[in-house]
């Protein structure tokens, strides 16, 4: 109950009205004001407006007013079911005021240190078996959650069912097929580790490491999860130089949408019957969230002044047949020989061939025309704008070789700027942008500055590796999301220590992937950021890794930067950027 104290000196005839939040309440008009069994919606700051038959109005001061409520428990923990040495959370939701305390147990005994609001539980064994309970508390009092029951077992033993390509360069991607395969901890070439992620307990997709060619003989690859291990059939390591895909049963796999990948048909058999002539071949398995109409567009490269007339043909796999004719196309209409665009309807999750060559001219006139070079392929969901075009970081793009990044193409930073540099792995392959691999104390943050004229729902892409064993280095690597304010909205960061991928939500919550990643190969990074629904998603060569991650309701993006923290343990890591764009969809 509140009570003006003589807000009005002179007549007696006076009129009342009670304010919340400088907002009227509806009804209260007397000189005091009262709330029977108040609520959290009833705290406040509340005032009174008091005016007399003069006209004078006089406001009291201000009362702050807040509601205790004991602790009740919103959402108790879970059971969950889980196989040795994995990862484990369980959370507790409440709600109570004032601020919350919490207290894990297990199996009524207190867990030390325990007190957040989830509690995570690392390498689980026999000894983690029971149930967890959560002791809530405040000033008004204490309520105990229901118990969410662990229970460990075995992982199962895997299954090898079949491999796709057989063959494949160093980098390129091989999808094993089995069962059990969620539980995967490592892969072999050999004796060469790989990178590797988790598609479905029913596929994995490896990437091929740096191995040397020739190798001595095809080699199968060698599985480990936790419920055992196998071997594939034998893997052959094609020449880097000449294209593996002839036949559809080597087709090179493709991920995710809209990153353009190069191909070539120089050196591929013209095949009796084949039409176009040197056809090379890719597998893509539509995305789970695919719907509706995509496109893959096929770009040819010019060379000598010869035009490279392309022209494409979609089936629907599974590699090894049967085939079904999806779609197929040559000429784009009014751009030219070299460019096509073959429309087609997905299904989520099955997979498509495209087969990619050139048209075989000949005769007088078509001397400019050619059936064998270089192209670009994507593909995308239509209509995507390319608003930050893509950035290679090459010399033709203006880029100055072992020189920092920072300056160059509307690229800014922060820290120690000679961290980020436009580099060479060697001295054969293209310039990429480099973060890192130098003794420094405060590491650096970069970022691109016409990103932030961005709006809408976009795609932020690039293509990312990073050079050091996970565990000898404690750097991190990072790429965080801000609003117009230039305030961090999100993050994603990647940890060199244990190869964990980790997001920070706006609020500090910490949310840990299922997937690691390795330092044997490239990633595509997607990072998709819807504003329209405050939700921003990650993948890695078109696998999810965190979907839906809430953001500020109403935001509006505004920037996105790359980072490196030196750990200052070990040798210095890098991280590897190229082809750096942004779309709008």
């Avoid at 050619?370 to 995308?380: K, L, P």
Wanted: a negative charge.
């Amino acid at each position: 109950t509140a009570t003006p104290a003589n807000p009005t000196p002179g007549h007696d005839s006076k009129t009342y009205q009670w304010q919340r939040n400088n907002v009227n309440i509806p009804g209260a008009t007397t000189d005091t004001y009262s709330v029977v069994g108040a609520t959290l919606s009833n705290a406040g700051t509340y005032r009174c407006l008091v005016r007399n038959a003069s006209g004078v109005t006089a406001t009291s001061v201000g009362t702050l007013v807040s509601v205790l409520t004991p602790p009740t428990i919103t959402t108790p923990p879970v059971n969950q079911a889980a196989v040795y040495d994995d990862t484990v959370t369980f959370k507790v939701v409440a709600a109570g005021s004032p601020a919350l305390k919490y207290q894990w147990r297990k199996d009524t005994v207190l867990l030390t240190g325990k007190t957040a609001a989830t509690l995570t539980l690392t390498l689980v064994n026999d000894l983690s078996v029971g149930s967890y309970t959560c002791d809530v508390t405040n000033e008004v009092g204490t309520v105990t959650s229901a118990g969410g029951t662990l229970t460990v077992d075995f992982a199962p033993s895997p299954l090898y069912t079949k491999m796709s390509p057989p063959q494949a360069r160093k980098t390129e991607k091989v999808r094993i097929l089995g069962d059990g395969l969620s539980y995967t901890k490592e892969v072999f070439f050999g004796t060469t580790k790989a990178t590797f992620l988790i598609e479905s307990d029913a596929t994995l997709l490896v990437t091929v490491p740096n191995l040397v060619f020739p190798q001595a003989a095809p080699a199968p690859i060698r599985v480990v999860t936790k419920g055992g291990e196998f071997n594939t059939d034998p893997f052959t390591l094609t020449d880097p130089f000449l294209p593996p895909n002839d036949f559809p049963i080597n087709a090179t796999i493709i991920t995710g949408v809209q990153p353009t990948v190069a191909g070539t048909n120089v050196g591929l058999t013209a095949s009796a019957g084949e039409f176009p002539r040197r056809t090379g071949w890719f597998s893509w398995v539509a995305p789970a969230t695919a719907t509706g109409t995509y496109g893959a567009q096929v770009t040819g490269v010019s060379q000598d002044s010869r035009t490279f007339d392309v022209m494409v043909y979609i089936y629907s796999g599974p590699v090894g047949g049967p085939y079904v004719f999806q779609a197929s196309a040559d000429d784009f209409p009014g751009q030219g020989f070299d460019r096509a665009e073959a429309v087609f309807t997905v299904t989520p999750g099955t997979e498509y061939l495209f087969m990619i060559g050139g048209y075989p001219w000949s005769g007088t006139g078509l001397q400019n025309y050619t059936d064998q070079g270089f192209f670009s392929m994507a593909v995308v969901k239509p209509p995507v704008t390319v608003t930050d075009p893509a950035s290679d970081f090459e010399a033709e793009e203006g880029f100055v070789m072992n020189q920092s990044i920072v300056g160059q193409s509307d690229w800014q930073g922060q820290g120690d700027v000679s961290a980020a540099i436009v580099a060479s792995v060697n001295e054969t392959e293209d310039q990429q942008l480099q973060l890192g691999g130098v003794t420094s104390e405060e590491g650096v943050v970069i970022w691109r500055s016409s990103t932030s004229e961005v709006s809408g729902s976009l795609l932020v892409s690039a293509d990312v590796s990073f050079d050091t064993e996970a565990g000898t280095s404690h750097d991190q690597f990072s790429w965080t999301l801000y609003d117009k304010q230039k305030e961090p909205i999100g993050a994603l960061f990647f940890n060199q220590v244990d190869g964990s991928i980790l997001a920070v939500l706006s609020d500090g919550t910490v949310v840990t992937s299922s997937q690691h990643f390795g330092n044997t190969g490239t990633y595509r990074l997607d990072i998709q950021i819807s504003e329209g629904s405050s939700k921003w998603s990650v993948k890695l060569d078109g696998v999810a890794i965190f979907d839906d991650l809430p953001l500020p309701a109403g935001v509006e993006f505004g920037d996105i930067s790359a980072g490196w923290v030196p750990g200052h343990y070990g040798a210095p890591a890098k991280m590897l950027i190229d082809g750096f764009e942004v779309k709008s969809e």
